[in-house]
């Protein structure tokens, strides 16, 4: 999606006015934001010393959180809308958008502390420029979960908005903020400037990670391991179970067998004909 927003930008004509302004990223599942990095994977590749393998997959992430704390180096605004819990990787994604609005019971934090290890793809560089040095130690090292309401509080969270209506609250902080849009731009520049955000200080942190991380005990990779059982748990409520499946706000499933082609999706494409092989090839029966 960055990719295609800045090849749309590099392509149009400099005279026209871009119908892109703002970049909003959120989720899709229901009470959860981003619960961060696959840990599960983190623990197979330590137990097998392959360290090009971790950096590459944190390497990856340290370049989606640099372009969106940049804004792309496009004149856009990137958002961060955060309504249910963002940990780790997760709360660094949060971070590295130009704001973040938030719900007042979201829960967000570094849990990475409880097995030995620091939040390495952008963490210290987003808190440290927003809060301080000595925020960011505290927060990191601490292991702490915050709640939104909270977070607002130090001044990370810019807005907090209403669970029930969140995206409606975020439109709306869209359309205040495009009154001034000129000058709110700017002054993203001007910070940018002032404390710039430089590429290779992400990746210099993210190779101490690496080498942090394969220096692990096996306790705290049994820890890493329980908290990847809690990561699912989270996103299999108890409510799920019969089906383990969480239906997302695009699911593109059908409601009932009686639709007739061709129809139109979501996204506005035509289907003309019924191109899966059962009624509903993804549902999983309760054991």
């Not at 799920?240 to 009686?258: E, I, N, P, W």
């Amino acid at each position: 999606m960055q990719q295609a927003i800045m090849d749309f930008f590099a392509n149009k004509p400099s005279a026209t006015d871009s119908p892109i302004q703002y970049f909003i990223l959120c989720s899709q599942i229901p009470g959860v934001f981003n619960l961060g990095g696959d840990l599960a994977l983190f623990v197979k590749l330590i137990r097998e010393k392959k360290k090009a393998q971790l950096l590459a997959y944190a390497t990856a992430c340290i370049d989606l959180c640099y372009l969106n704390s940049v804004s792309m180096h496009l004149p856009l605004t990137t958002i961060s809308l955060v309504e249910g819990t963002a940990l780790g990787g997760g709360f660094e994604s949060a971070l590295s958008g130009n704001i973040l609005l938030a719900t007042k019971n979201a829960e967000m934090g570094f849990p990475e502390i409880r097995f030995n290890l620091f939040p390495g793809m952008g963490a210290y560089s987003f808190l440290a420029r927003i809060a301080g040095t000595a925020a960011a130690d505290k927060m990191i090292s601490s292991g702490k979960i915050y709640s939104g309401k909270a977070l607002y509080k130090k001044g990370l969270v810019h807005q907090l908005i209403d669970s029930k209506r969140s995206h409606e609250d975020a439109k709306q902080f869209i359309r205040r903020h495009r009154r001034s849009g000129n000058g709110h731009r700017a002054l993203q520049l001007v910070r940018q400037r002032y404390h710039p955000l430089i590429y290779e200080e992400l990746v210099d942190i993210t190779e101490i990670w690496v080498n942090a991380a394969l220096k692990l005990e096996n306790k705290n990779l049994r820890m890493m391991e329980r908290l990847v059982q809690a990561q699912l748990n989270k996103t299999s409520p108890e409510k799920y179970v019969k089906k383990r499946l969480v239906r997302t706000g695009q699911d593109r499933r059908f409601t009932s067998s009686s639709q007739s082609f061709p129809l139109t999706d979501w996204s506005g494409k035509e289907i003309v004909s019924d191109r899966r092989k059962n009624v509903d090839r993804r549902t999983l029966h309760k054991d």
